[in-house]
């Protein structure tokens, strides 16, 4: 049977252990893909909802998700603690080499939670979507865990081949701003393979770029001024995001 359109109920079951925010595209028959978002850390998937609005992409369902854990009282600026401030990690600990937040906390629950809750559960069991038909975006620890996912998707074809017809597993695409490949997600197998899933990377460095060079056969990389992590402000930093995205969207296999 073809896959069908998710409806806000299906989604109602994650209310409690992965909030979202949906928007549809118009009208909503016309979904043929899916993009994820992940916030940064310390925010929440309000803003990233909007960005998902503006961005609009044609025949794209977006879906905003809210990070697993709340940020400790203590590392919010905000007073009193307001509700918006959500992070991915399994844990929030200190780079004892530099004191600042480790950006490697591991991402067992966030990533345990969006493959098979989110994408497995609904997108892929309930309503017969493809790992292939979803793409994922992330801004500094979301890019993290988005980057993280493929890299594990990829390891899994070696012994999970039921998700295709040809036992290909990878995403559509996958953009980081900001967020590198967490060691913690790289496979230690020594025979597996690059993703096939390509590749947007914006605002990293040479060392960060290169660790996902080694992990992805299709990597794309972009830097503006300044060299500032933040979200793209103006069309020409804008414009690379959405030159992939049409691209990954007019695209067959792989």
């Not at 559509?172 to 967490?182: D, N, Q, Y």
């Not at 001024?225 to 695209?251: I, N, Q, Y």
């Amino acid at each position: 049977m073809p896959p069908r359109v998710p409806t806000q109920e299906d989604f109602s079951p994650l209310s409690s252990t992965l909030p979202l925010a949906l928007h549809f595209p118009s009208p909503a028959e016309s979904t043929t893909a899916f993009l994820i978002l992940f916030h940064g850390l310390g925010d929440s998937e309000t803003p990233f909802a909007n960005f998902a609005r503006n961005l609009n992409l044609p025949g794209v369902l977006a879906i905003s998700v809210r990070g697993t854990r709340p940020l400790p009282p203590s590392l919010v600026d905000d007073s009193p603690l307001s509700a918006g401030h959500f992070h991915w990690g399994d844990d929030i600990a200190l780079d004892q080499s530099t004191g600042e937040l480790d950006q490697d906390p591991g991402f067992t629950r966030a990533s345990g939670l969006v493959v098979r809750e989110l994408i497995e559960g609904v997108l892929v069991d309930k309503c017969g979507w493809e790992m292939s038909d979803v793409l994922l975006f992330g801004f500094g620890q979301g890019g993290s865990l988005a980057l993280g996912m493929a890299a594990q998707l990829a390891a899994e074809r070696v012994v999970d081949v039921s998700a295709s017809g040809e036992g290909r597993r990878a995403f559509k695409g996958v953009v980081s701003i900001g967020g590198g490949l967490p060691g913690s997600m790289v496979s230690t197998r020594r025979d597996r393979e690059k993703s096939d899933t390509h590749v947007l990377v914006c605002q990293v460095d040479e060392d960060t770029e290169d660790s996902i060079r080694q992990e992805f056969k299709n990597v794309q990389v972009v830097r503006w001024g300044g060299g500032e992590v933040r979200m793209p402000r103006d069309r020409g930093e804008v414009f690379p995001v959405m030159k992939f995205f049409a691209d990954r969207l007019k695209s067959g296999w792989p």
